[in-house]
């Protein structure tokens, strides 16, 4: 599905990704975990082309996509829950939805989005400005979901959300999961990143320094104290 | 000062409202869009003008001075936008400086073809005369001018409001990089925004050209004033780029009937004032 080798992204000068390699295969959950400032957005960023690499190459669907403008890997079938939502503020919930819609004939519909959050089709008219900050985090979620996606990249879906609404996005990333989909998930939140997730990395200055199964993550204590703060 | 004098001024104002209408709200889209300032924008105006000219003296026709004169300068606003602006995508003092070098470069180029005489475009028989009302009378053509605002302003509102391109071009009005994200193809919506704002801009060229002229030095000066009216109206807002083409043209006229000596003053002053308690302009977001 996804294969990225040997990744090095900069800003500017400053050079922000030293090699990373992964890659996540049809149908499962792979997780980058790590402090702030550790380069897990400037992956997703490097991934869907908001930062294209320097070098290295991003592979997805047979496709070199590591020079695409962000549009066409979308196309390609690539959805982007982006950090801190940025839903389009001055459109309206279903405005947000419909302009995501790639009319692909693919499974995703504003009627089955609504089917999943039931909330986004009582606010279908409100501005998603006014929105709180767990609606915000579904409209996201179901706007990805509108371009009808293979692979689901996913900032830090739980940033900011209190407990409830934390597990509510747990359960739609496992409902999405059954559903067959592939999703790379960075995450800070590390219970629910062990439960979903079927593989885990750990990112540190822009290096992958761990990977392994969630279960031996959470047993490795000192990986956990070293890299992660637990 | 007679009612009389009120209300001749008002109309007088909302005319040439109208025409900044035409002239701004163009610029106020492709900042919106591309957050490109463009200085040459005043240049799609003032060579819109002069196309509309040469139609004029080949074809004796008004309507195709419009049409052709906004065509031809869609034309030269995607080539520049295509060939260059792109290019430099992100780098805004590298767009500022190529648009003034466009702007520069469209001067000599217009004073090379048409030379330094100005001209004025004939009004259309129609559009000639008075329309009266009682014992007020107004030019017929300023009157026109307010229509044609009008009828495009509400064309633009449907098309931005009410359809799915609309709703894209607002999405990357708010993020022009997540609207990428989700599968927008922002660079050609670009090009079409960009296109559509030289059109509106030589359509205002053509049309003002029958009552303020067409002579170099043209561009340079209506400049500002499209300026004033988006940053008074909000940079990227339709409803903020029409009432600031009306609020400048009131004041631009007032300005100049009341206190001819301060006419800059009544215009930018006020500009002043509304930046500096709203910052983004009266329509603007933050």
Redesign the interface.
Known sequence: MLEIADVHTYYGESHVLHGVSLAVGPGEIVTILGRNGMGKTTLIRSVIGFTPARRGTIRFKGEDITRWPPFRAVEHGMGLVPQGRRVFPSLTVRENLEVAARGNGGRWTLAKVHELFPRLQERAGNRANKLSGGEQQMLAIGRALMTNPDLLLMDEPTEGLAPLLVREVGRVIAELKREGLSILLVEQNLPMALKVADRVHVLSRGQIVYSSTPSELSANHEIQSRYLGV | MTAEFWIIQTFNGLSYGALLFLLASGLSLIFGVMRIVNLAHGSYFMLGGYVGLSVVWRTGSFAAAVLVGALAIALIGIAMERLFLRRLSGQVLGQVLMTIGFALIFQDAALLIWGGDPYTIPVPGPLRGVLRAGALSFPTYRAFIVVVAAVVATLLWLALDRT?VG??I??A???A???????????LLSLAVFALGAFLAAMGGVIGGAFLGVYPGADFEVLPYAFVVVIVGGLGSLPGAMVGSLLVGLLDNFGKALFPELSYFTLFAPMALILALRPTGLFG?A
């Open positions: 799915r709703a894209r607002r999405a009005v708010d993020d990089e997540m609207a990428q994200g989700v599968g927008i193809n922002v660079p977001r």
